[in-house]
């Protein structure tokens, strides 16, 4: 691991733990040459997944973008940050278990609009709002309309 300050290869790890969820590593690391001390992250990757976008344009999948989409639709809900990680890599899970190597965005976007409802209905409006590409006010009253069915079907199932 290059160190991020002096670009030195000579680094060691001082202390590695699980994250609390059991699905990262966190290691400390110290720089041989300027003593600079970083944290690295370490998660397991099944396989390399592209995304084929609306364009039809093939990207490496980026599981950082995905994160930050999530974040800016969660910003300032009161939603830990751990639970939004779950989420995240709940949803990174299923697509390399999937089988497939290649997804289009679609999926990955419906993917994230099923855990968000579960989870926050601004945060889904939000999502809803850039992921459906919304131009007029009509749009958000239609994902309004469709979260107050699905409120009166849980509340029948109750």
Same mark, same amino acid.
């Given at each position: 691991?290059?160190?991020?300050?002096?670009?030195?290869?000579?680094?060691?790890?001082?202390?590695?733990?699980?994250?609390?969820?059991?699905?990262?590593?966190?290691?400390?690391?110290?720089?041989?040459?300027?003593?600079?001390?970083?944290?690295?992250?370490?998660?397991?990757?099944?396989?390399?997944?592209?995304?084929?976008?609306?364009?039809? &344009?093939?990207?490496?999948?980026? /599981? *950082?973008?995905?994160?930050?989409?999530? $974040?800016? +639709? @969660?910003?300032?809900?009161?939603? =830990?940050?751990?639970?939004?990680?779950?989420?995240?890599?709940?949803?990174?899970?299923?697509?390399?278990?999937?089988?497939?190597?290649?997804?289009?965005?679609?999926?990955?976007?419906?993917?994230?609009?099923?855990?968000?409802?579960?989870?926050?209905?601004?945060?889904?409006? &939000?999502?809803?709002?850039?992921? /459906? *590409?919304?131009?007029?006010?009509?749009? $958000?009253? +239609? @994902?309004?309309?469709?979260?107050? =069915?699905?409120?009166?079907?849980?509340?029948?199932?109750?």
């Amino acid at each position: 691991m290059r160190c991020p300050y002096c670009n030195s290869d000579d680094t060691q790890v001082k202390d590695s733990r699980p994250t609390e969820d059991n699905t990262t590593i966190r290691r400390r690391r110290i720089c041989g040459d300027c003593g600079g001390r970083f944290t690295t992250f370490e998660r397991v990757q099944l396989r390399e997944l592209t995304v084929i976008k609306k364009s039809g &344009r093939k990207v490496p999948f980026d /599981r *950082d973008k995905l994160a930050n989409s999530i $974040f800016v +639709a @969660v910003r300032k809900r009161d939603i =830990e940050e751990a639970r939004i990680e779950r989420m995240v890599s709940g949803i990174v899970r299923r697509l390399e278990s999937s089988g497939e190597a290649i997804v289009e965005a679609g999926t990955i976007g419906t993917m994230v609009m099923e855990a968000l409802k579960g989870l926050d209905d601004v945060a889904y409006v &939000r999502f809803a709002s850039v992921y /459906r *590409d919304f131009t007029e006010a009509a749009d $958000f009253e +239609a @994902v309004l309309g469709e979260l107050a =069915e699905s409120l009166e079907d849980n509340n029948e199932i109750s």
